[in-house]
């Protein structure tokens, strides 16, 4: 199925004609991310270098009643950018250009093209800082990262991705510009949009700028690294840290399987006959950051942490980091298939999920790793296996749905920054009940009543109906 040629000659007109792509290559790439198991292709790719080209396109889309997915580098997990009813996707890389940065206002005024990365070293060269800092920040964009509402290894302490989003420019369906929010430090004037805005994974509007928020540098930073001999150490040693009142910059967590397949792909000496291992990173003044470590090191050796050590380098720092970081690339590599998940849960329930997800991978007979933000209760068990294998892929799907149905029970959510797309929609109604789902529906009904951003996504089809 192909759109009428009038409809494509509208779109070559607004962005120009090597802007508008309908050919096999620029479908078939655009039609799936780095979700593995699902892929649609678009009718069309678009590239749009101005917000007035985003409206343009918009009411094309509107007038004609064509889908329209907006995407940024498609790194996200829940497969929020695969097309599923076709129509047109509206891709943000050339429009990537910091607009500004506020010294006196403290704020980033951006496109949602730039990438994640990008935007931390113009902030860093004026002695600011932007916290978020998702494991796909050298690749992901910002207007990728609201859409999802991207948390990071430094959300334990600074928050996510929505906590630094002050203002919004967005497109409505209907091809209608809003302004939401702006530099302002408070505003209740009706409605909090901007927030609404964040994790709606496109579906309630096309973002086509973001004011953030920037802080100031922080002064020091430190790093440390604690081995344990069992699992279930490194997860009370988590669990202690946060209930001794200690708020580390980073508190991640690798399981042995993570940590095997991580020094296999970085070769930087992690001791793999270890059950776990803890980052922890403390920034600040330099006495809080040496007091805060040598508590949480001492934590760590009440439970038996086989070894400790602090980055004596910023070069060390940053390769311990940069390990957690390559975490899912080193696990993508060592099987064809690789399943990542992110269930959350109050920070206190982790060792009781650590436990859950090593029961479930041994009943299903299924190999699972686990690693994530353990300071913030977001974990990500992540599924080696083949998609070619049904019977195997079978007994995944059971063991994810234990998983998630863990998660609930003890108080936690199917997703705490992948966001919900294709893969969670099955799950939402556990969690938010029939009166909740309502209540989405209608939300998304006003944004979007004709149900042309980005549907299939969050609902369920049934449900957008």
């Known amino acids: 199925m192909s759109l009428d040629p009038q409809i494509i000659r509208e779109l070559e007109k607004i962005v120009g004609q090597p802007y508008c792509r309908t050919d096999q290559e620029a479908r078939l790439t655009h039609s799936y991310d780095a979700t593995p198991l699902f892929q649609a292709f678009p009718h069309a790719v678009v590239y749009p270098q101005s917000t007035e080209e985003v409206q343009a396109v918009m009411k094309v889309a509107n007038r004609y009643q064509i889908p329209v997915i907006s995407r940024g580098s498609g790194t996200n997990l829940s497969a929020s950018a695969v097309p599923v009813n076709g129509g047109i996707v509206m891709v943000f890389n050339r429009m990537n250009n910091i607009l500004e940065i506020d010294t006196q206002n403290l704020t980033a005024t951006v496109q949602p093209g730039v990438i994640t990365r990008d935007l931390h070293e113009a902030v860093s060269a004026h002695s600011l800082f932007y916290p978020p800092d998702p494991g796909s920040m050298s690749i992901s964009t910002i207007g990728g990262n609201i859409a999802q509402g991207a948390g990071g290894l430094r959300g334990l302490k600074y928050g996510t991705t929505k906590d630094y989003v002050l203002g919004l420019e967005a497109v409505l369906a209907n091809g209608e510009v809003i302004r939401t929010g702006g530099k302002l430090a408070k505003d209740v004037s009706g409605y909090d949009v901007t927030k609404l805005m964040v994790g709606s994974e496109g579906t309630l509007a096309i973002i086509t700028e973001a004011t953030l928020k ?179 892929i079978g007994r995944v799907k059971k063991a994810f749905d234990e998983i998630f149905e863990t998660a609930l029970k003890l108080g936690g959510t199917i997703t705490g920054e992948h966001g919900v797309g294709i893969a969670k929609a099955p799950y939402m109604e556990k969690q938010w009940g029939k009166a909740g789902m309502e209540l989405l529906k209608r939300i998304k009904e006003a944004f979007d009543p004709h149900h042309l951003l980005n549907p299939g996504k969050i609902l369920l089809p049934s449900e957008e109906e």
């Open 214 to 392: 920037l802080l100031p540098q922080p002064a020091f930073q430190q790093t440390m690294v604690a081995y344990f001999p069992e699992l279930d150490l490194a997860a009370e040693a988590v669990s202690n840290i946060i209930s001794s009142r200690i708020i580390p910059c980073t508190l991640e967590f690798m399981d042995q399987g993570t940590m095997e397949v991580v020094e296999a792909f970085t070769n930087i000496g992690l001791p793999t006959d270890q059950k776990a291992m803890l980052i922890l990173e403390q920034d600040g003044p330099p006495e809080v950051v040496e007091r805060d470590l040598e508590q949480m090191a001492e934590i760590c050796r009440r439970l038996q942490a086989t070894k400790i050590e602090i980055a004596r380098t910023q070069k060390e720092r940053e390769s311990l980091l940069e390990a957690r970081r390559t975490a899912l690339s080193a696990l993508a590599r060592s099987t064809p298939t690789t399943i990542l998940e992110d269930a959350t849960v109050p920070r206190a329930s982790i060792p009781e999920m650590v436990r859950k997800i090593t029961e479930i991978s041994k009943k299903y007979n299924i190999r699972i790793c686990t690693f994530g933000h353990a300071g913030d209760g977001n974990l990500h068990p992540t599924c080696m296996t083949d998609a070619r294998n049904k019977k195997e």
